[in-house]
């Protein structure tokens, strides 16, 4: 999933990612750099707050961004 399609899903749910960043107590700054960096990508993130950005954003929209980011 690219960061356009991770995009169009959260437009869908009424939200972008500046705004479901700071629901969550993001900096939107933080939830921009990880789908840039890692969204389609095979490999799991090592940093922790990344990791968590990006499940709760993938349970958020129910898709995987990464490759088994939901497991």
Do not use: C
Request: aromatic share 8%; charged share 30%.
């Amino acid at each position: 999933m690219n960061r356009h399609q991770i995009r169009a899903r959260l437009i869908e749910r009424g939200s972008s990612y500046r705004q479901w960043a700071l629901d969550r107590g993001y900096q939107p700054r933080t939830v921009t750099q990880a789908v840039a960096r890692w969204a389609g990508k095979d490999t799991l993130p090592r940093g922790r707050l990344t990791y968590r950005v990006l499940r709760e954003l993938s349970q958020f929209i129910e898709e995987e961004i990464t490759k088994g980011i939901s497991a």
